[in-house]
T-cell receptor, first 115, second 106 residues
Framework: NAGVTQTPKFRILKIGQSMTLQCTQD?????MYWYRQDPGMGLKLIYY???????DKGEVPNGYNVSRSTTEDFPLRLELAAPSQTSVYFC??????????????FGPGTRLTVL | KNEVEQSPQNLTAQEGEFITINCSYS?????LHWLQQHPGGGIVSLFM???GKKKHGRLIATINIQEKHSSLHITASHPRDSAVYIC????????FGTGTRLTIIP
């Protein structure tokens, strides 16, 4: 199993540009998450999904959109990139059973710089 | 007041020392998680705890649900243990601690 994969690893955007960060997991997990981590700071949840077709906002959703058309894929879309979105983005997945958040598996991260 | 507090924020120790990192929280939870983030950025899940103690190699995690406190211990610490250790839990939302940066000096 590849686990959780993310592309690209690095990206530089100009202000106002758009891009999609890709995330794929092959563990048949129902839950998937997008986090951002600013330099020297902790993880903040952007969006999460409890299954195909279902997404919900996390702590910092503004400026982002997500979709979950399949169990495996959970892309994160940035529209009109801003310097405040310069961060490292992590995708994660887990299997939720009996209402308990189980172990999360993290992707390697995407380092995004907006200039 | 933050729902979760980690201490210390930074910890530097000599190789071989016994390490303790603490996580205190203020709400009722069913399980708490510990993550390890390596200097290169990669994040690995270490433990998920609902009660008692779990051990994996030189790492031991304990939790006291009534006292709302968890600890992560590292025995015989090694420079490769240098990382940021993060606790988190999920109730209605996921709540993360800000992490403890551990540096082990050879």
């Amino acid at each position: 199993n590849a686990g959780v994969t993310q592309t690209p690893k690095f990206r530089i955007l100009k202000i106002g540009q758009s891009m999609t960060l890709q995330c794929t997991q092959d563990m048949n997990h129902n839950y998937m998450y997008w986090y951002r981590q600013d330099p020297g700071m902790g993880l903040k949840l952007i969006y999460y999904s409890v299954g195909a077709g279902i997404t919900d906002k996390g702590e910092v959703p503004n400026g982002y959109n997500v979709s979950r058309s399949t169990t495996e894929d959970f892309p994160l879309r940035l529209e009109l990139a801003a310097p405040s979105q310069t961060s490292v983005y992590f995708c994660a997945s887990s299997y939720l059973g009996q209402g308990v958040y189980n172990e999360q598996f993290f992707g390697p991260g995407t380092r995004l710089t907006v200039l | 007041k933050n729902e979760v507090e980690q201490s210390p924020q930074n910890l530097t120790a000599q190789e071989g020392e016994f390490i303790t990192i603490n996580c205190s929280y203020s709400v009722g939870i069913s399980a708490l998680h510990w993550l390890q983030q390596h200097p290169g950025g990669g994040i690995v899940s270490l433990f998920m705890l609902s009660s008692g103690k779990k051990k994996h190699g030189r790492l031991i995690a304990t939790i006291n649900i009534q006292e709302k406190h968890s600890s992560l211990h590292i025995t015989a610490s090694h420079p490769r243990d240098s990382a940021v250790y993060i606790c988190f839990f999920g109730n209605e939302k996921l709540t993360f601690g800000t992490g403890t940066r551990l540096t082990i000096i050879p």
